[in-house]
């Protein structure tokens, strides 16, 4: 490097209140404002000419990052040369949000732009961004339209390498494809494209050692990165490996699965007898603990009966209880045949001890239905598809709430541009 | 690399010329602006003082566009209503120059393109859409500049200029053209937006309290 130049910090004076002033940004400001007396000057005149006074009152919150302050951002230094607050109207109602412009003599110019806590590193796009019917494709990414509206000036300080004036209004239009933003600026004929990324006030706080802690943001801001957005697809990714495995242990156990008949009998009952219940003969569940199928066929068509079952072990006197109902109807009306219920009933008592066992039935049905004869077939180890789907819901679960508050975090994104989502509200 | 010393017909101090195409260089000592006539320099202006300068770019930077190295051997400055800019005359090995422009540290590099016929200043608007070279550009900016000095060595006579008019064209893939409508008929160049550290520059102006 050469020698280094004389010292950059110019000391110049307000022609109006005679306050001095610091510039930062060596040679490059068009507009210095005067911390003292908010005299907006015309940097490029030797005497400071004043381009327009500002009641300060109406604005006079003090940056959050203060003017002068330094910090490395992205691998170089920068200084906080200018600040001004801007503002919008959207149904009558008022948003201010904040502006800080960067400066490092070698990379130039960038600015943070700051919205009820939501912080964007902004610089000036390289390449002219090209319409695709309402979204804009800019370096081969689509973003969408999220509003347009005008921005207004409402407070400047410290220096910038424009010219700005409180009052100054242009034409703004914001395109996003989170944690992206890009901004086209229209006044008079010329636009301005600028390109913004998401970024989290606490590295603001950091890099420039400011005070305290960044405040929380509220709501949900227009290129907000979903930080749900990745998990969804990682906890669907991971749904899918599981259901799949869940899946293929499924059509193992299918595969594999003994099926093994141990007991079947026919047996018919009368409404009328009076006999309430009997026991069958005993049967043996060999092997593993394992489930066990009770299947009834009975010969009911536009009839029902119903089997109180208990499935008992003899050596230890254990009783599972269950009842069942067992109907079918069928018949023809105004719309054709129809029928309901089935002549066939299965159930599975999903973890029984290997032991010996027996049923002790007790059927009911309506003495005018006659006899009913039915058969009873007991089998064990028989694949439970009820547990098998219980797994995959449980799986589900998670991605389902992920996925919802996904959903959530857009509905609120967009409920702020020009296109909010459909919702419950009214509607277009 | 660089060319025998010739004396400065108005204060005799030694001129160098580190480009052989170079066509007119300015005195480092007295700020003559100097001609090259066959072996001899011609005086045909001074250049008064320049305005305080913000580019950390110099005579002498050093740097790399598209794997080719280049050396800064000249400047024009212009100024506009809203500030002032350098085009950096670079000087390219293995030969050849371009031109590195540095406003508000936006730099560019462009070379001087053919194409054919160009359009007239009158009738051109922004949002108008050209293609040269299979580029498709669009006008962004016109600018009405003022020549405000130049400094070292330039390919071509330039100097006692008055307002000058730019247009400024980009492209969806981040190229970057000028028409220049200095002189009666408008001359192009057509480059690349280009990112300070891709420029790889060194020998950088220090400023001091920056590194």
């Known amino acids: ?428 | 690399m660089s060319q025998p010393a010739a004396l400065c017909p108005n204060c005799g101090a030694p001129i160098l010329f580190h480009w052989s195409s170079s066509v007119q260089t300015t005195c480092p000592h007295c700020k003559s602006i100097l001609i090259r006539k066959d072996v001899n320099l011609e005086k045909v202006g001074v250049v008064s003082d320049l305005p305080p300068d913000s580019s950390p770019i110099q005579i002498g930077t050093s740097g790399t566009y598209e794997n080719r190295a280049f050396t800064v051997g000249g400047r024009i400055i212009y100024d506009y209503d809203d500030g002032s800019w350098n085009e950096w005359h670079i000087m390219l090995n293995p030969g050849g120059s371009a031109w590195l422009s540095d406003a508000q540290s936006q730099y560019a590099v462009t070379f001087s393109a053919q194409a054919a016929p160009l359009p007239a200043l009158a009738s051109i608007h922004i949002g108008d859409r050209f293609t040269w070279n299979k580029t498709g550009f669009v006008v962004t900016v016109i600018t009405e500049a003022r020549y405000r000095g130049v400094e070292g060595e330039l390919p071509f006579q330039y100097w006692d200029k008055q307002g000058a008019t730019f247009v400024d064209l980009r492209s969806t893939g981040g190229d970057f053209a000028t028409l220049d409508y200095s002189d009666s008929e408008p001359v192009l160049y057509t480059g690349k937006m280009v990112d300070f550290d891709a420029l790889r520059l060194k020998n950088l102006r220090a400023f001091e309290g920056w590194s």
């Open chain 1, 1 to 428: 490097m050469s020698p280094a130049a004389p010292p950059q910090v110019q000391s110049l004076t307000c022609p109006n209140c005679g306050a001095s002033l610091t510039v930062r940004s060596m040679g490059r400001a068009i507009t210095i404002v005067c911390g003292h007396c908010h005299s907006i000057l015309d940097a490029k005149d030797p005497q400071l000419r004043i381009l327009q006074r500002f009641d300060a009152a109406t604005a006079a919150e003090p940056p959050a990052i203060p003017l002068g302050s330094r910090g490395k951002w992205r691998g170089a230094d920068y200084e906080v040369i200018g600040f001004q607050v801007r503002s919008m109207e959207a149904d009558g109602i008022p948003y201010s949000w904040r502006e800080y412009l960067l400066f490092n003599p070698y990379k130039g110019f960038r600015y943070f732009t700051e919205y009820n806590g939501h912080w964007n590193d902004c610089s000036v796009a390289t390449a002219l961004p090209e319409a695709q019917g309402i979204s804009v494709k800019y370096l081969g990414k689509t973003y969408k339209h999220f509003q347009t509206y005008t921005a207004t000036t409402t407070f400047v300080l410290g220096e910038f390498p424009w010219r700005v004036t409180v009052d100054d209004a242009v034409a703004v239009t914001d395109y996003v494809a989170p944690p992206y933003l890009l901004s086209s600026e229209m006044s008079g004929s010329e636009t301005t494209w600028t390109l913004g990324e998401y970024i989290n006030g606490a590295d603001i706080w950091n890099a420039f050692g400011l005070p305290g802690a960044a405040p929380t943001p509220l709501g949900v801001y227009e290129n907000q990165p979903s930080r749900m957005r990745a998990s969804a697809s990682q906890i669907w990714f991971v749904f899918a490996g599981l259901a799949t495995a869940v899946f293929v242990i499924f059509t193992l156990s299918q595969l594999f699965s003994g099926r093994e008949e141990v007991f079947r009998e026919a047996y018919s009952f009368s409404p009328s007898s009076t006999e309430a219940s009997f026991v069958t003969p005993e049967f043996e569940l060999k092997g593993r603990t394992s489930s066990v199928e009770v299947q009834t066929d009975a010969d009911v068509t536009n009839r029902w009966i119903y089997l109180n079952y208990a499935l008992i072990d003899e050596d230890t006197g254990q009783a599972y209880d269950f009842g069942r109902e067992v109907s079918y109807y069928t018949g023809v009306d105004s719309d054709g045949g129809w029928q309901e219920g089935s002549q066939r009933d299965r159930v599975v008592l999903p973890s029984i001890p290997p032991g010996h066992y027996y049923l002790r039935i007790e059927p009911e049905s309506d003495a005018s239905l006659g006899i009913i004869g039915y058969n009873v077939t007991v089998t064990r180890d028989v694949p439970v598809l009820g547990l098998y789907l219980a797994a995959i819901a449980a799986l589900l679960l998670p991605a389902l709430l992920v996925s919802w508050r996904v959903y959530n975090f857009e509905q609120m994104r967009w409920a702020e541009s020009d296109h909010p989502l459909v919702s419950t509200g009214g509607g277009e």
